[in-house]
């Protein structure tokens, strides 16, 4: 039995497209694999901020990511800039931290800046 050059082709083809779409799913998943890591990572160091910043009369709270630096294959530093908005007088306090977590999203420092 011989296969024409037609049949080879569109084989090859469809063949190299179903490659490429598993290869496009495998870093798709790595990508929200890595956000969801360090969405945890994040939440553990706005908490502990949380832990040690002043949020009476706060009308507002905002935390604003400054840097995000990969330390080694398990702690990320992390650094914050929080804004506390206050309801009564329209003023605002200003903190800002650094963080290190590990991967589990454990915070394994805590500095205030």
Known sequence: ??????????ISLSIAALLGLSLTCNVNAAQTHGKARTDKQIQACVAEIGLHADYDQASRVVHRVESLEQRNLVEMKIGI???VF???DGSEREYRASCVTD???NLVKFHWL
């Open 103 to 105: 991967t589990m999203g």
């Open 81 to 83: 800039e929080t804004t």
């Open 86 to 88: 206050l309801k009564d």
């Open 1 to 10: 039995m011989t296969m024409n050059t037609g049949s080879k082709t569109a």
